[in-house]
Structure formats: structure tokens, C-alpha cells
């Protein structure tokens, strides 16, 4: 045989496909598989699906349409769960950050009514005064600054209400609450003479104020 001539053939059944598969359909069929539960990770097999897409084919260079769809449509699956995911994990999410504020400041009006009381038996049976009581339990030591502030708070500088009062410890006498702005949906949180606190309908803490005004109003 003469070397220059060409070197005979391999004989090709008709109908065998001898491309080489295309890298990116089958990177995109298995990224899109990993990730058809990881949300906008799953965007990357989206892409890759459709570029393999492109580059197979009967005119492609290479082979492996069905990976390449299989990983765009995988990848569109985890797309619109995502989407989908968003949805539902949103509204979720604050519920659950509404819940965390109003628990935190159930604690903080806790421990302002508490620390009236502790205030009441270090002064003759005496809340604070109306006028500076914030400042008062304070310098008092009974409470940090930092409980005065509302993780509810809107940004108009009022995050508690105080009433004061005598020290009687009566269940019902309303002696502090948060600035009912703050639990307009959930409920207002109030502390009483007694030292316990309630999370109350802002309808029926509107009609227990009122009703604890005008008793004060109709004192001599």
C-alpha cells in the first residue's frame, strides 16, 4: 500500500449517530437534577439546557438534545418552584417575624411592670412618676434603657405608654402599654398593677382604657 494513499474506513452501520455528546446538555441534565429543589441555583441548568439545545441537533456538532432537554426543563421546573416558593415562604416569614417582636415586647412590658413594682416598694408604696418615669427606673437600676425601646417601634419615637398610679395591685388597673399603633393586627400589650401582662384586641383595650379614664375622672 502506498503511504500517501488514505487509510481505509470504518465501516458505519447506517443510522449510527457518531457526533460526541454534547458536555453541556449532559452538565445541564445533571445540574438539573441536583438542583430541581435549590430554587435559583436551578437557573444554571436552565441556561446550559438551552445552549445544548442550540448546539445539537440533527445540524449540531455534537449529540445529546435529549440531555440538553431534559436539563432545560428540569431546570424550568426548579425555576417556577422557587417562584412558587417565594410565595408561600414570604408571607411565612413575617408572620414569624410579627410573632418574634410582639413576644419580645410582652417581655420588655414584663419587666417595666415589674420594675415599677420593685420601684413601689423602694418608695413608700409609690409608683414613678408620670413625668420622667422612663429616666426614673433607669437611674433606679431596675431596667436598661435598651427595654424602653419596642421592637415594634415605627419610628415616632413612642414605643411605651405609662399611666402610673397607686401601687395597689389591682389585676385590672392598666399601669403601662405599647403605643397601640404597633399592635393594630395582632394586639396591644399591657401590663397591670398586679406585675402580669395581656396581649389584648385593640377594640377591647380601647374600651378597657376608656372605662379606667373615666373611673379616674370620677375619683374626688
Not at 167 to 191: F, N, Q
Request: aromatic share 6%; net charge negative; hydrophobic share 40%.
Amino acid at each position: 500500500m502506498n503511504e500517501h494513499e488514505n487509510p481505509p474506513q470504518m465501516y458505519q452501520p447506517p443510522g449510527i449517530d457518531t457526533r460526541p455528546t454534547s458536555g453541556l446538555a449532559v452538565t445541564s441534565m445533571v445540574l438539573g437534577i441536583l438542583c430541581l429543589c435549590f430554587g435559583p441555583l436551578a437557573l444554571v441548568p436552565l441556561i446550559l439546557g438551552i445552549i445544548g439545545i442550540l448546539t445539537t441537533g440533527a445540524n449540531g456538532q455534537k449529540k445529546g438534545q435529549g440531555f440538553a432537554i431534559a436539563g432545560t426543563s428540569l431546570g424550568a421546573v426548579g425555576v417556577l418552584g422557587s417562584c412558587l416558593s417565594v410565595g408561600i415562604l414570604l408571607p411565612a416569614l413575617g408572620k414569624a417575624r410579627q410573632q418574634a417582636q410582639l413576644l419580645m415586647s410582652q417581655t420588655q412590658v414584663q419587666s417595666i411592670v415589674q420594675a415599677c413594682i420593685v420601684y413601689a416598694d423602694n418608695h413608700d408604696g409609690s409608683f414613678p412618676p408620670v413625668e420622667g418615669w422612663e429616666q426614673a427606673l433607669v437611674d433606679s437600676g431596675l431596667i436598661g434603657q435598651e427595654i424602653l425601646v419596642s421592637p415594634r417601634e415605627d419610628g415616632d419615637g413612642v414605643s411605651y405608654i405609662y399611666l402610673g398610679g397607686p401601687h395597689d395591685y389591682d389585676a385590672s388597673r392598666i399601669i403601662v402599654y405599647e403605643d397601640p399603633k404597633h399592635g393594630e393586627y395582632i394586639g396591644v400589650v399591657v401590663g397591670f398593677a398586679d406585675g402580669h401582662t395581656e396581649t389584648i384586641s385593640p377594640r377591647i383595650f380601647e374600651e378597657m382604657l376608656a372605662e379606667q379614664v373615666d373611673a379616674a375622672e370620677a375619683q374626688p
